[in-house]
C-alpha cells in the first residue's frame, strides 16, 4: 500500500535561511513524488515532481527537492526563505505507471513558518 | 473559463441528509479525484476515477459514493450525512501525458466546507 509520511507537524526558519521539510514514502516500484503548497483559505498549488532522472528537482517559487531511492526520502528545500514562504505544505506519491497506479496519496502536510 | 469548479463553496446540513457536492473541469483530463482535509490527518483520498463509468475506492471512502457520467462532471454525495463527515472536500483533475511539466499533476479546485449538525 501507498503511504506517506512527513514527520514534522511544523518548520520554523528564520527569514534568509535555508529551510528544509522532510518527506519520506512507500510505494510499490518507482515512485511518482510530488509536493504542493496550500496558502491560507487557499486551494492547493503544484510545486514540483519527481517522476525520473535527475534527483535533484527544481520547482517554483525557488523551491527544489532530492528524490533519495535508498532512504525512500524526497525533501523539499529551499536556499533562502521568505515570510511569503510561509504555508502548509504536502508531499504526495503514486505508483508509477507500469504499475498500474494513478492513486494518489498525500502526507498528513508541514506547516512552514518563516520569521522576519 | 477554463479550470475546476467545485459547488457549493459552503455547506451547512444535518445528521442523516443527503448532501451531493459538484465538481466540473473543463480540460477533459481523464483523472479525478475527491480529497477530505482534516487538522492532523491531511488530505486523504475519497475516491477517484480514471475516466467515464470508471471510479475506484480510495483510502476513506465509507459513506460516500460517486458517478461520472461524464468526463468532465465528478458529483461526490453523502448518502446519509454524520458529524464526523465535517469537512473540506478538494476535487482535483490530471492527465496522464508521455511528458512535459503537466503530466500526472493534479490541478485542484477551490474546495467546499460542509459542515454537518
Known amino acids: 500500500a501507498q503511504s506517506v509520511a512527513q514527520p514534522e507537524d511544523q518548520v520554523n526558519v528564520a527569514e534568509g535561511n535555508p529551510l528544509t521539510v522532510k518527506c519520506t514514502y512507500s510505494?510499490?516500484?518507482?515512485?511518482?513524488l510530488f509536493w504542493y503548497v496550500q496558502y491560507p483559505n487557499r486551494g492547493l498549488q503544484f510545486l514540483l515532481k519527481y517522476i525520473t532522472g535527475d534527483n535533484l528537482v527544481k520547482g517554483s517559487y525557488g523551491f527544489e527537492a532530492e528524490f533519495n531511492k535508498s532512504q525512500t526520502s524526497f525533501h523539499l528545500k529551499k536556499p533562502s526563505a521568505l515570510v511569503s514562504d510561509s504555508a502548509l505544505y504536502f508531499c504526495?506519491?503514486?505508483?508509477?505507471?507500469?504499475?498500474?497506479?494513478?492513486?494518489?496519496?498525500f502526507g498528513a502536510g508541514t506547516r512552514l513558518f518563516v520569521k522576519a | 473559463d477554463a479550470g475546476i469548479t467545485q459547488s457549493p463553496r459552503y455547506k451547512i446540513t444535518e445528521t442523516g441528509r443527503q448532501v451531493t457536492l459538484m465538481c466540473h473541469q473543463t480540460?477533459?483530463?481523464?483523472?479525478m479525484f475527491w480529497y477530505r482535509q482534516d487538522l492532523g490527518h491531511g488530505l486523504r483520498l475519497i475516491y477517484y476515477?480514471?475516466?467515464?463509468?470508471?471510479?475506484d475506492k480510495g483510502e476513506v471512502s465509507d459513506g460516500y459514493v460517486v458517478s461520472r457520467s461524464k468526463t468532465e462532471n465528478f458529483p461526490l454525495t453523502l448518502e446519509s450525512a454524520t458529524r464526523s463527515q465535517t469537512s473540506v472536500y478538494f476535487c482535483?483533475?490530471?492527465?496522464?501525458?508521455?511528458?512535459?511539466?503537466?503530466?500526472?499533476?493534479?490541478?485542484f479546485g477551490a474546495g467546499s466546507r460542509l459542515t454537518v449538525l
Open positions: 510505494v510499490s516500484g518507482n515512485p511518482y
Open positions: 504526495a506519491v503514486r505508483a508509477s505507471r507500469n504499475t498500474g497506479g494513478f492513486k494518489t496519496i
Open positions: 480540460w477533459s483530463h481523464s483523472y
Open positions: 476515477s480514471a475516466a467515464a463509468d470508471i471510479t
Open positions: 482535483a483533475s490530471s492527465e496522464v501525458l508521455a511528458g512535459g511539466p503537466g503530466a500526472n499533476v493534479l490541478t
